[in-house]
């Protein structure tokens, strides 16, 4: 499996690589193919995503023992905390930062794209939040029971899930990564890059900052060498910068903790595929400092800080399971955009279309975040729980 993420890591920058040239010069009918590729490999890749989480984290679950519900709160209540914490973070930096920057809006419209030579529905049997639950429903009522036979045949499941991820799953990801970025290169999406250019990377910069600040904490408390686990996370970082989902991401993020030596790999099973739907710290940290942006561009002020704050609170609710799609995080809080910060659809029109700019690196945070949390829930675990 090691050899398959690396060759998937070179496939992937080739494929991002080929996408943006081919999206330069591409007519109209190849577009239309491309269109068709993006929307198959999407439709597959979204489809495997719930069994994914149920096959990972049903069976783990189900073979912990102990104060196993206690640990799901600790879960939870940790992903909500580094969220939170990444947007107060991004707050203190917007204040601070956005004054000083002089971005303009850029004018123009984008290239439109042609119209799909036909569209494949395959809709997932769950949406990912069902599945989540189903998942920690059927592990704990299989704990409650005591019940082998089936926490048997979830660990059966589990294996029929991994050689999905192995023989569907990581194979179709170039070529999903590929259509997705010869779209935008299309659009003109990629030339808009070089406008907000500086807030961009002042985000990515701080996405940086947050990773390093959790596996540090993660290494204090723990007492172990967190570089044991951000290390494997390689092939899961680049995997997210093509996906752009958090999701799509998560049988690489999978591989890559179960492949650290310091990681408890009945918790990393279950813990992984949990954060991975509510732990949204790059997202969360990148929309709170660039609703600074908007604000400041468009409403000449940046938004009060009782509202902001009120705004993070909420958001950190809201990011938990937005889908595991482009944008997902932004497009689930537009409600709260509108009702507390009283943008109007200028304002949700810029935010939605900066945050796409650098979507992909938001979802990368998220996903290398993830296992930092989980070396905390692994050594809480050992500590409290006993499973």
């Not at 409650?144 to 194979?171: C, M």
């Not at 029109?349 to 070396?375: K, R, W, Y």
Request: overall charge positive; hydrophobic content about 55%; glycine content about 8%.
């Amino acid at each position: 499996m090691r050899k398959l993420l690396s060759n998937t890591i070179v496939l992937l920058l080739l494929a991002v690589v080929a996408g943006i040239l081919a999206g330069f010069f591409i007519p109209e009918a190849g577009m239309k193919g491309v269109l068709v590729l993006k929307q198959i490999s999407g439709q597959i890749i979204f489809f495997l995503v719930p069994l994914i989480i149920i096959g990972f984290v049903a069976p783990s679950i189900a073979s912990l023992k102990g104060s196993v519900s206690r640990l799901i709160v600790f879960a939870f209540s940790l992903a909500y905390l580094s969220s939170v914490g990444a947007a107060f973070f991004a707050m203190l930096v917007g204040y601070q930062v956005i004054p000083l920057l002089d971005i303009r809006p850029v004018t123009g419209s984008l290239r439109e794209l042609p119209e799909v030579l036909f569209s494949l529905e395959i809709p997932p049997m769950l949406s990912v939040m069902s599945a989540l639950l189903f998942s920690v429903l059927i592990g704990l009522g299989c704990i409650w029971i005591k019940s082998k036979e089936i926490a048997e045949l979830l660990l059966q499941f589990r294996e029929i899930v991994l050689q999905l991820v192995k023989r569907i799953l990581i194979p179709l990801l170039p070529l999903y990564v590929a259509a997705n970025f010869c779209s935008l290169s299309y659009e003109g999406d990629i030339s808009r890059l070089g406008i907000f250019l500086p807030v961009i990377l002042i985000a990515i910069a701080c996405h940086y900052l947050w990773l390093l600040l959790l596996y540090g904490l993660a290494a204090v408390y723990s007492g172990k060498n967190s570089w044991q686990v951000v290390k494997f996370y390689l092939p899961a970082y680049f995997t997210a910068l093509g996906t752009m989902s958090s999701a799509a991401t998560l049988g690489v993020a999978l591989e890559c903790a179960n492949k650290s030596p310091v990681l408890d790999k009945k918790v990393s099973d279950f813990s992984i595929p949990l954060f991975a739907n509510i732990h949204l710290c790059g997202s969360i940290l990148t929309e709170v400092f660039f609703v600074c942006v908007v604000s400041q561009l468009l409403y000449g002020q940046l938004p009060a800080l009782s509202t902001l704050v009120l705004f993070i609170f909420l958001l950190g609710i809201f990011a938990v399971g937005a889908p595991g799609v482009p944008g997902g995080t932004v497009l689930a809080s537009l409600g709260i955009v509108v009702s507390v910060l009283g943008f109007d659809d200028a304002g949700t029109a810029m935010l939605i279309a900066i945050f796409a700019l650098q979507d992909s690196f938001g979802t990368a945070c998220n996903i290398t975040g993830d296992g930092a949390l989980t070396l905390i829930t692994s050594t809480f675990s050992k500590r409290h729980c006993k499973i």
